[in-house]
């Protein structure tokens, strides 16, 4: 098995804070972590290859400081990383983000599988894990929640639906989003650890994995930003006031009165 | 495209830097440098600038304005041999932009034996395209991204909206990636630029905490995901006169890739959480898994929901089924009831459009009571047992 997980360094906290006075985002002492859901991604690979034998690939694309990010997949049981970071990529939508990782995972020879997390915490649109699967021209299936089986160049998979579990096969290779009810991170080990240290990560530029400079970056990105602001909150509650038993009283009025109960 | 600085004009007064909502301005040797990781070019840099030192270059200067594509499209999500009410909702609103674009409206449903297809006139269609076929039955993506890509490049339209439901969000990219054009997910307004003629896209990001306006300047058609209960539908007009076409699909033509073998249900949800009309949830003041019963105390005395803000879902106290916020299930009940829960915008997102929200958080300076219609300042373990005992005897 031969898996390509893809992972995102992103802000650590989502409750991130505005300062007042300049109205901007405070930065200053948000530490970057891997997107949550790219951990689980990335167990599963380890996972998958402890059981079929095979390599585990981390991928990311972003700034050179993801290299650190990339050196905690390797201590954590990832074979090899790739850090595909070029000034030309900066500013890329989802569009052009899939683009992007799937030229690198085509220069990646044989894969099998390509693992994301379902979406980023940051940005919310878990459109690249199946933007990926199409610029790839492979199967895919979303909100894994357990692998069954791999044989004989298939995948069984259970995967999280609206009101229940369906269980899903298809042919490899293939690209697969899971989710958080996949399974628990395992914590570096030391031998990882040690391994993370030396390790050569190789930064892939454009011109390394063969992508077109109009189809990456702000310049391939199909959506644009035109503006940004801050979303307003007015108060609007009507603070009841006394004691527990008065607060209740007239709750329970109030929501008579509206025909709520 | 890029952004740049005239160091001629800059006189590194530090306007723009505390404009950037993103803090990638710093002001080096009395000049402003732009840090182009994290850049959105959003522009509120250079309007901040009083010496019109900032330029940024967009694609939209050279946006193909008079191509040929036409109309606004609602992808109509049946479930279960029956149209989601997210599509009625998208109708609406479709409507609306349809009219601002003097431009039609149609609908696309794919199914088998899809019930009350035609309602989808009477919510605003002018044109449905109705593909009735035994493959969409099991909810197998590939047909449907097949088909929707061949109706989109054989009718053109310029907009095309699907429900950011589970299904909407892991098929309409693929439809999109295949169409190499651009997607916006999870918007919460749409509105039209009239002069340029493109569809003004607005989401939350970074949690919650910043909204964004995209827009898809060049490539077509502009494609764009809204949660469920975003918008509000209209009241069916029987009078709406639309057009029905109903298109033969070409099986021969696509295989899926990927096959159902089975499904089990989850039997645990008492109440379904997006369709409750009241819905009680808790958060992290609850300060245990165990005082989770509380909030299924009050909920059962309701008849309504259960329903959770992140971190108790985080902490494992409840599955994530019963999140609510931006990256768990929008609701909009009629009765909303936040217990413990401070109010971080990212749940906000979830349930601000609620008839009438009741919080009770033991910090009154809680965000939560800035969007709630009655707030209670109080201990929760007092509160909520007594307001559920009065409910029961109510």
């Known amino acids: ?261 | 495209m890029a952004i740049y600085v005239d160091k001629e004009k800059c006189t590194g007064c530090g306007s723009c830097q505390e404009a950037c909502p993103f803090g990638l301005i710093d002001i080096i040797d009395e000049k402003a440098n732009i840090k182009i990781e994290g850049c959105t070019l959003c522009g509120v840099c250079s309007d901040g600038c009083s010496f019109e030192a900032i330029r940024i270059e967009r694609e939209i200067e050279k946006a193909l304005i008079g191509d040929d594509h036409r109309g606004v499209w609602v992808f109509a999500e049946q479930y279960r041999g029956e149209i989601r009410s997210v599509a009625y909702e998208l109708l609406a609103k479709a409507r609306a932009l349809a009219a601002t674009l003097e431009t039609g409206l149609s609908a696309v449903c794919l199914g088998q034996n899809v019930n009350h297809v035609e309602q989808l006139v009477a919510f605003g269609a002018d044109k449905i395209y109705v593909v009735d076929d035994p493959i969409f039955a099991d909810g197998s993506e590939d047909p449907y991204v097949f088909e929707l890509v061949r109706l989109i490049k054989q009718y053109k339209p310029e907009i095309v909206l699907a429900g950011a439901t589970p299904f909407g969000r892991s098929f309409f990219p693929r439809v999109a990636a295949q169409l190499n054009t651009g997607l916006t997910a999870d918007c919460t307004g749409l509105d039209i630029d009239t002069e340029k003629r493109l569809l003004l896209q607005t989401r939350p990001t970074f949690g919650g905490n910043i909204m964004a306006t995209i827009i898809c300047p060049v490539k077509r058609p502009q494609m764009a995901t809204v949660r469920p209960r975003v918008f509000k539908k209209n009241v069916p007009d029987a009078s709406h006169k639309g057009e029905t076409i109903r298109v033969d699909f070409k099986k021969a033509s696509v295989t899926s890739k990927t096959k159902l073998l089975n499904f089990i249900a989850d039997l645990t949800e008492r109440v379904k959480l997006e369709d409750a009309d009241i819905v009680v949830a808790g958060g992290r003041g609850l300060g245990k898994p165990e005082n989770f019963k509380l909030i299924r105390d009050l909920a059962a005395a309701l008849n309504g929901a259960v329903a959770s803000s992140r971190p108790p879902v985080d902490e494992g106290w409840i599955p994530y089924s019963h999140q609510v916020g931006q990256t768990g299930k929008t609701v909009c009940p009629k009765l909303y009831i936040a217990v413990g829960i401070s109010g971080a915008v990212q749940h906000l997102a979830g349930m601000q459009t609620a008839d009438c929200i009741i919080a009770i958080n033991d910090d009154p300076n809680a965000p939560i009571f800035q969007v709630a219609t009655y707030g209670i300042v109080g201990d929760l373990f007092q509160i909520v047992p007594l307001l559920t005992e009065k409910l029961k005897n109510a």
């Open chain 1, 1 to 261: 098995m031969n898996i390509v997980v893809c992972l995102k360094q992103v802000p650590g906290t989502t409750e991130v804070k505005i300062d007042p006075v300049k109205n901007t985002l405070i930065r200053q002492g948000i530490k970057s972590i891997v997107n949550p859901f790219d951990a689980y991604a990335l167990e599963e690979g380890v996972r998958l290859k402890e059981r079929y034998t095979g390599k585990v690939t981390a991928i990311s694309m972003g700034p050179p400081q993801a290299v650190d990010m990339l050196r905690d997949a390797i201590s954590t049981g990832a074979d090899e990383a790739v850090i595909l970071s070029d000034i030309a990529f900066a500013g890329a939508d989802t569009w052009a983000t899939a683009y992007t990782l799937g030229k690198a995972v085509r220069k990646i020879n044989n894969f099998d599988l390509v693992i994301c997390g379902r979406q980023t915490i940051d940005g919310d649109t878990g459109q690249v894990g199946p933007e990926l699967a199409e610029m790839l021209g492979i199967p895919f299936i979303a909100y894994v929640s357990k692998v069954e089986e791999i044989t004989d160049r298939k995948i069984r998979v259970q995967r999280m639906a609206e009101d229940g579990y369906e269980t899903i096969e298809t042919t490899l290779p293939a690209v697969i989003t899971v989710v958080k009810e996949i399974n628990i991170p395992r914590l570096p080990s030391f031998r990882g650890m040690t391994k993370a240290k030396t390790a050569q990560v190789p930064t892939w530029k454009a011109e390394d994995i063969g992508a077109e400079k109009e189809n990456v970056g702000l310049a391939g990105s199909a959506t644009q930003v035109v503006k940004i602001f801050f979303p307003k909150i007015v108060q609007t509650a009507e603070m009841l006031k006394g004691d527990a038993e008065t607060q209740i009283n007239s709750l329970v009025a109030k929501l008579k009165e509206a025909k709520l109960i």
